[in-house]
Structure formats: C-alpha cells, structure tokens
C-alpha cells in the first residue's frame, strides 16, 4: 500500500499545490488565520496537554491562566495543576461507580433478607432493627455459605436492563412510566423468586433463566405452580401502584433535595485554597445527595405496599424460603390471598401493624452502608486533590 500524500506536501509549507514560493504576494502558511482553516485541535486526552503551534509545555504545578477557559475548552473545577485536572475529570465517574456498586452488589444481601421477611408470615421476629437483622445474616451465612446472601443478583440485573430499555422506548410515545411497569412485571416476579428461594433446596439457575420464566409466566407454560398462582391480571394494578408513586414521591423528594442543597451552597463561598475541593463537591455530591434521599424516603413510605405486593407475586410458586427466625432451617410459602384487599386484610388481622413492616431492619442497614461509601468516597477525593492543588 502506497502513502496517500501529495506530492507537493512539505510540513506546513504545503497549500495544495506545488511548494511555497516567495514573492510580493506571498503569504506565509502557518499564520493563524490560515492555519484555523486545516489544523483542528485533537480531542482533549486526559494527562496531554494539546499543544499548537508555537505554544510551550507548562511546568508541571502551573496553573490556569486568569483568563480561564477558551471557546473549545471546558472549564476546569478548581485551580490545581495536572493532577487535579485529571482527578477533576474522573472524579463524576469515580463517585458514581461507587455509589451504584453499593446499591446494586455490596447492599444485595440486605435486599435478599428484607424480602425474605416480608413473605415470611411464618416469622416471629419481625426484624425491625438492623441488629437482628446483622445476627440472622451471620446464622445464614454460617450455614449455607456467602452464596446464600448473593442469589438472584444476576436476574435482579436482568429485570433493571429489561426495565431502562423498556423505559426508553416507551418514553419515546409517552412520560407514563406504568406501562414500564406492567412489561417487567413478570420478569420481576421472576427474579423475585430466585432472590427468596432458599440456598438449600435450590439448583444452580442459569443467567436466563430469569428471562425464560417470566416468558413462561406470560404464556402459561414452563414450571407448573400451584393452583394458589395469582393471574398476572391480579398482580397488575398492585404492581403499577407501586411503581408509579415510588417514581412520584422519589421524583419529588429529589428536586427538593437538590433545590436546598444548591441554594445552600450559593450562599457559602469557598476560600482560595478550598476552591478545587469544594468547586468538585459541588458538582457532583449533590445529584449523588439528592438521588439517595430520594430512594429512601420511596422505599421507607412504600414499605407496607412492597411487603404486599412481595407476598401476592410470590403465592402459589411452590417457593422454599429460610426460616428467618432460626436461620437454619427451611418453610414452605403456603398463602390463600385472594388479591390485594384481602392480603392486607390477613397480614392486620393475624400480624398486625407491624407485620407490614417485616425486614424493615434491613432497609436501615442497606442506607447505612450506602451513606458510609458516599462519606467514604468524599473524603478520598478531598484529600487526593488537597494534596496534588
């Protein structure tokens, strides 16, 4: 293969044609107001420094000029060298790579225990703190092994990428987000089911088999259920209810939140040497500050509804859960709801107002873990930019 080059091209003597000749009319190439017509500024590679022609490499330390950024340059954070340039950069995925390992993998074994005690009609300790709730983990884990903690993981993923692309699509024709609901329905009823079944009893499942079961509950076939088996029908406005205002109250709580955090801090201007740390802070903590207390004001006021949409999902599977009491034995799921009036009716009359809230202990214990990666990852970025400003 051949260089494509023309045969005039001399560095930046070549305009196109033969070489640069001099003259009274001649104009020399590399002027400015010529150069912008061919030579384009690379994409900005973070640690490069994107130098033009006749600039000079800045001393590593130096800082921005006054001037602050140009028209095809974003504007830095704060005002530290490279190293804070490159952190600043990274730093939104950093957080937020930790904020959603928290809530999807390390918070996992909170969501596997919380469900298993809201379908539990059998228990007798309701686990509303989190400290029976950290005992009963430790029995489980002890016994079944640190698999059992983390069952369901993968389908619980599945049902999240079924639901965001369901939701982008639907969202193209309306802002609805019931419709996403009743598509993933299902799905979730699905990988609800491999996140309470228990450890012993259980056969290693396949990464589909999430998806292949909630097809099979659509058309009527695969694993036969008992006769208990509420239609999806049933299932449907219980399902949407819960979708729908967990998006409403979350959707509320989180501009409200992000209102009075950025209305606090306009009111609190940094100092010279805090620029760069709290300049970052300010750009990304408060969307992390406002999308946490957004789910747990949903997930706290939707609590009750959540305990009985699990049971209702959940009835006539044939599922085995752990007995959340002992940790180390098996029962049986073995409801008779008619539908979503009459379980909250059974779980009042026989137990109580509290029985709604069943697990609730590790609800407190998913947050905590959530608030101490944030707080956690906040101190790492401030003091890695206060040592490299």
């Known amino acids: 293969m051949h260089p494509r080059r023309p045969e ?43 130098l033009h022609w006749g600039e000079k490499t800045p001393p590593y330390g130096a800082g921005t000029p006054v001037g602050g950024a140009g028209l095809n340059e974003e504007p830095n954070l704060g005002a530290g060298g490279p190293g804070a340039d490159q ?80 939701e982008g699509i639907i969202s193209e024709f309306t802002p609805l987000p019931s419709l996403t609901h009743v598509v993933a329905m299902p799905f979730y009823s ?21 998806v292949k079961e909630g097809i099979g509950r659509v058309v009527g076939m695969g694993v036969p259920h008992s006769k208990r088996l509420l239609p999806l029908m049933v299932l449907t406005f219980p399902t949407v209810l819960h979708g729908v205002l967990h998006y409403v109250i979350s959707s509320i709580i989180q501009k409200l939140v992000l209102f009075v955090l950025k209305r606090g801090n306009s009111h609190n201007l940094p100092t010279e040497s805090s620029t760069s740390i709290q300049s970052m802070l300010d750009a990304y903590f408060p969307e992390l500050i406002a999308s946490f207390a957004a789910s747990l004001c949903a997930d706290v006021m939707l609590y009750p509804l959540e305990t009985v949409l699990h049971r209702l999902h959940i009835q006539g599977t044939r599922t085995i859960i752990d007995n959340t009491d002992l940790g180390y034995e098996v029962l049986p799921i073995n409801t008779q709801y008619e539908g979503m009036r009459d379980c909250i009716n059974t ?21 905590t873990l959530h608030v101490a990666v944030l707080q956690l990852t906040k101190v790492i970025y401030s003091t890695l930019l206060q040592n490299v400003s």
């Open 87 to 166: 952190l600043n950069r990274f730093a939104g995925f950093g957080i937020g790579l930790a904020s959603l390992f928290t809530e999807n993998v390390l918070a996992h074994p909170c969501i596997v225990l919380r469900r298993q005690c809201q379908v539990n009609y059998h228990a007798r300790n309701y686990h509303l703190t989190p400290f029976t709730i950290v005992n009963i983990m430790y029995s489980i884990n002890k016994t079944q092994g640190p698999r059992a903690l983390w069952k369901g993981m993968g389908s619980t993923f599945i049902v999240q990428g079924i639901t965001l692309g369901t």
């Open 8 to 50: 005039g091209f001399d560095g930046l003597g070549y305009r196109g044609g033969g070489r640069e000749e001099s003259g009274p009319g001649a104009r020399p190439f590399g002027s400015a107001s010529e150069l912008g017509h061919w030579v384009t500024s690379p994409p900005d590679i973070p640690g490069s420094r994107n």
């Open 347 to 367: 779980i009042k009359r026989e137990e109580g107002m509290l029985g709604f809230y069943k697990g609730f202990g590790a609800v407190v214990v998913q947050y």
């Open 190 to 210: 699905a990988s609800l089911i491999e996140t309470v079944q228990s450890e012993i009893i259980r056969d290693n499942p396949g990464i589909l088999d999430c």
